[in-house]
């Protein structure tokens, strides 16, 4: 099973995906590609660090599953390998989902909503995140969540870190008995 999980910046997808790895063996986390500068404050391998050449000779060759442009940098999902028999989760944006969803249609697609934009936005501004970045993924907030409902996400407020983390994890092992 392909799990994806979307959501804003802000909304916390990278602390409830953690929760999961670390809860349930069977799962197999993908780890992306991306153009972008690292923050200080992240780790070496929250990402496969490449520049923009080495990201576009990987989309010529067919490397990944999906990969989309945001905000200037890019980000790619290369082909699972490695996750043997376990279920993969995908953190991803919601451009990346559309064509996920294409590819694999009966996949788990699960959304992440802020409890409030203004939280959201506290959460952005705080994450060391230039300034004028923090606000570009604020504006581009409404658009992601709209596109992720309309795609037909099952959409989970992130109000309780928990409660968000029973919940998915509910829903994969509901999958996983069908
Ligand atoms: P960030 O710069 O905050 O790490 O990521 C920006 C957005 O890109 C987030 O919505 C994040 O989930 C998404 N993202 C991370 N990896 C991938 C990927 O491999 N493919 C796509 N389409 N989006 C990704």
Redesign the pocket.
Known sequence: MIIV?????GVG?GTVVARLIDADPSLWL?R???T?ERRPS?RED??IWVTREEFEAHVAAGG?L???E??G?F???PWPEGADDRDVI????????A?VLERVPDCLFVLLEPPSAEVQAERLRGRGDPPEQAER?IAVAQA?LAEGRRLGAICIVNDDLERTVAEVAALIAERRSA
């Open positions: 999980v979307c959501g804003p910046g997808k993908s992306s590609w991306s972008r992240e929250a990402y990944f999906e990969y989309a945001f905000l940098n980000y790619g999902t995908l953190e991803i944006d919601v451009q990346g989902a064509q993924r992601e």
